[in-house]
């Protein structure tokens, strides 16, 4: 590795731990983007950096901007100002060669429904820029990557909901671009449909920048290593899901399902290191929350068995995703999309 | 430029994949064919020419045209496809010309399945085949000069009966300025400069000079300049409307 000893000279050791791991090369810069349709701002003055390898999810209620963000990135819209980068290229200077570094899948995953699947792909492999020798290996990688033998001669428009996501999958990661930009990649999929999606974007994150925007909580925690909220066109948290739960009112509080009495209930409110405690009468499930920052798993514990309770499943909560990003997001207010 | 081979392979092998085709193909022929017949009385003039079939050109083109160029963005517009197109690496351009040279060829080859027509009189009588192929190369550019107006409508609209009936119109103007009972209207006001400007902008003044054997190269360049304007407007088209 010659261009390794090159890098080590003043800043030596740095530059090669960089080298070595990897994670500062920025992919995708967005500097102070906007975005307006007539009077309706989308995007408002949103700036964020994403590196080679990272999986980054955009959650936020619909109209807050996703999308439209993503169409700049991806360069179908250009922005009313800012700036984004893609490999370094500014898109507004050269937006083919930042195209050809992307592979996007749009919303609902569009394609021509009267072609088969395999036609698709070797229409489009040649305007991925795929040399004309290669485009028959890459529709054949391609496909066996995302399993789309067993429908390669037929229509897309007879497909399945799941098929036809996966055959946008196709396209868009068949020239194997180092950006791949998916809007709500596993929407109206199945269970098994959203994991087999799911397994491939975690399959892909390697050698990939991936960015995805989806409504499903769950997801980010799935796939994602950094999520980022947007509402009312702004980025409104930027953070690690597992940090995101960490902001939740659900993070570190202990659940068990029993038969508690008021008495029990209320001693249990009492008890110092507990800030709060709900009980479900229909679940018959309890729930209580810690002081702010405490571990209170190891006390309750101690306490049920003292007590001699009978409990089921008594289990310590990460943190509700949801419940944090109703939080965030609830202030902007619902906005109406008007084009 | 090497992305618009492509394009064209995948439009005009949609054309033939879906009924489109042979639906167009047919009422072509038959239409040409009656039209030519009963109307222009092909057989009883008695004359081996095909000056009564070609003079409906026109007049068939006005309605078939635009039914072929209604599709071409429209559809993409409406089916979220054009996010797809307009986000992979290739020029707007070739997609305009891509799709545009597709629909042009697809009408060429109906209107190279007249050719019974040209055996039937060439068997007939003994007709000037130089004029018929100038004739039959001024209705393929006709057919383009409306199928470049259609590509722009269509860019304009999501809903593709809006772009057929908004193309039919706008092709009938285009028509219209060389009518002889257009022209007389403006000649009671207008001197005969503006007159022949106003019938200069029309599609039939071109077509017939061409028809009648004088492949001048104003009337090609007339076409030229007509099909570039209107792609060129539909690219501008596309980028105004994409995001609606």
């Known amino acids: ?339 | 430029m090497r992305q618009i081979k492509p394009i064209v392979k995948r439009e005009l092998q949609s054309y033939f994949t879906t009924p489109i085709a042979y639906v167009f193909i047919v009422i072509f022929l038959i239409m040409s064919g009656v039209f030519a017949f009963y109307f222009g009385g092909l057989y009883e003039r008695g004359q081996a020419d095909l000056i009564p079939f070609f003079n409906f050109h026109p007049w068939l083109y006005l309605f078939l045209v635009p039914a072929v160029a209604m599709r071409l963005w429209s559809e993409e517009r409406n089916s979220g496809n054009i996010e797809l197109l307009m986000t992979l690496p290739v020029h707007k351009m070739d997609w305009v010309l891509g799709k545009f040279l597709a629909a042009w060829l697809f009408i060429g080859i109906a209107l190279l399945f007249t050719f019974p027509i040209w055996i039937s009189i060439n068997y007939l009588g003994d007709p000037d085949n130089g004029l018929i192929l100038a004739s039959y190369f001024g209705s393929f550019l006709l057919a383009g000069g409306f199928l470049a107006i259609g590509s722009c409508i269509s860019a304009a609209t999501k809903n593709q009966v809006i772009a057929f009936i908004l193309t039919v119109v706008v092709c009938f103007l285009f028509l219209l300025s060389g009518f002889p009972m257009v022209l007389n209207f403006f000649k009671i006001f207008l001197p005969q400069m503006m007159v022949d400007a106003v019938a200069s902008t029309s599609f039939l003044t071109h077509f017939d000079s061409i028809t009648k054997g004088v492949l001048d190269l104003g009337d090609l360049s007339y076409f030229t300049i007509t099909i570039a304007v209107w792609l060129y407007a539909t690219s501008l088209v596309i980028d105004m409307k994409k995001a609606d």
């Open chain 1, 1 to 339: 590795m010659p261009s390794v000893l090159g890098m080590i000279g003043d800043n030596g050791i740095v530059r090669l731990n960089q080298y070595l791991s990897g994670v500062t090369t920025i992919m995708i810069e967005c500097l102070n983007l906007s975005k307006k349709f007539g009077q309706f701002t989308a995007v408002d003055d949103l700036s964020f950096t994403a590196n080679k390898g990272q999986v980054l999810g955009f959650l936020g209620p619909n109209g807050a901007g996703k999308s439209t963000t993503m169409k700049m990135i991806t360069g179908f819209l250009e922005p009313t100002s800012g700036q984004v980068k893609v490999c370094g290229i500014d898109i507004a200077d050269d937006p083919i060669s930042v195209k050809s570094k992307i592979g996007y899948l749009p919303e609902g995953a569009p394609s021509y429904g009267e072609m088969e699947v395999g036609q698709f792909l070797h229409f489009v492999a040649p305007l991925r820029g795929i040399k004309s020798t290669l485009v028959k290996s890459a529709v054949e990688s391609v496909i066996s990557r995302v399993n789309l033998e067993k429908v390669y001669f037929q229509k897309i428009e007879t497909l399945s909901k799941g098929f036809k996501r996966r055959v946008g999958l196709a396209q868009a990661i068949i020239h194997d671009p180092e950006v791949l930009v998916m809007d709500e990649p596993t929407d109206g999929l199945d269970p098994n449909q959203k994991h087999q999606v799911r397994e491939l974007i975690t399959d892909m994150s390697k050698d990939k920048t991936i960015i995805l925007s989806t409504h499903i909580l769950e997801e980010v925690h799935a796939v994602c290593d950094r999520a980022i909220i947007i509402a009312g066109g702004k980025i409104v948290a930027d953070n690690t899901p597992s940090e995101m739960e960490g902001m939740s009112r659900y993070h570190h509080a202990v659940s068990f399902v029993s038969d508690l009495d008021t008495e029990l209930l209320n001693k249990i409110k009492n008890m110092d290191c507990v800030r709060d405690v709900t009980y479900d009468s229909r679940l018959k499930e309890t729930t209580i929350f810690p002081t702010q920052g405490l571990f209170i798993f190891d006390e309750i514990s101690e306490f049920l068995r003292k007590q001699s309770i009978q409990v089921k499943s008594l289990k310590m909560e990460a943190g509700r995703l949801d419940e944090v990003f109703r939080n965030i997001t609830h202030s902007v207010g619902e906005r109406e999309v008007v084009k």
